[in-house]
């Protein structure tokens, strides 16, 4: 019979005092997060997701914990585990340290709901007035309705980017031969004739945005990352004549 390899058994968070026997049992060190616990025998290998919360706290956030990323109209679960006495809990977002925070759920999450301890929430764009949730420093809290200072905030922040997704309203003007198109990141503008072409981004409230002056034929592509989530008004125009105009709703 040929001898079994052995298993080698690592886990991340060393640093944080995390061990892991070499039968495989996982001991936490002091730090909550989640942390990874890998077997390798030979090159075959499997990883398992440990998380790590804190020993008697009331409220523990398991998830975002930070290092994540999610996209406006992604679905984010904030997970989390509270001690038997408490059954209601306040689950809230912020975009970044200096902001103030922001309830995701109306009111709060009861123990009896189904998606107790597991709330699913579509992310927006912005939250509250109007406030904007893209943010490469944002954080989630949850803390007990009846007693807010027993509460659980993600320890380090996440990042919320614009959606991929651009609803563009029909070509106003008379086109002039012009088309656009949603590339990866943003838009194509395609100029059609041997012209000379000034292309204007505006916001909804009229501040200028960007001002590109291209010859055609030519493709201008625009970037649509910088310029947020929202809405976004184009004009192409030759010489002092509008050419179209465009309304850009970014998702």
């Not at 936490?28 to 075959?44: E, I, L, M, W």
């Not at 380090?156 to 959606?163: D, R, T």
């Not at 990141?185 to 395609?190: K, L, N, P, R």
């Amino acid at each position: 019979m040929n001898p079994q390899p052995a298993v080698a058994w690592t886990t991340s968070g060393a640093a944080d005092g995390n061990s892991v026997t070499a039968a495989g049992l996982f001991t936490a060190g002091t730090t909550v997060g989640q942390f990874a616990v890998t077997a390798q025998s030979g090159t075959a290998a499997a990883t398992a997701q440990v998380q790590v919360v804190a020993a008697g706290a009331p409220v523990t956030l398991i998830s975002p914990v930070g290092g994540e990323s999610f996209r406006v109209g992604d679905v984010m679960t904030v997970r989390w585990t509270a001690v038997n006495n408490i059954n209601a809990i306040v689950v809230q977002v912020r975009p970044n340290d200096a902001s103030g925070w922001y309830k995701i759920v109306q009111s709060y999450v009861l123990r009896t709901d189904g998606n107790w301890g597991a709330y699913q929430w579509t992310v927006t764009p912005t939250i509250g007035d109007n406030v904007p949730l893209v943010s490469s420093q944002a954080r989630v809290r949850v803390y007990n309705y009846w007693v807010e200072t027993e509460e659980a905030i993600s320890p380090a922040v996440f990042s919320i980017v614009p959606s991929d997704r651009i609803v563009m309203a029909p070509l106003t003007g008379g086109a002039g031969g012009v088309s656009l198109r949603q590339t990866g990141h943003g838009f194509t503008v395609v100029l059609p004739d041997a012209m000379q072409y000034r292309l204007e981004l505006f916001s909804p409230l009229g501040a200028r945005y960007q001002t590109m002056h291209r010859a055609g034929p030519a493709q201008v592509d625009i970037d649509r990352v910088p310029l947020g989530a929202g809405s976004l008004i184009m004009r192409l125009m030759t010489g002092d004549e509008v050419i179209c105009r465009q309304v850009l709703q970014f998702e």
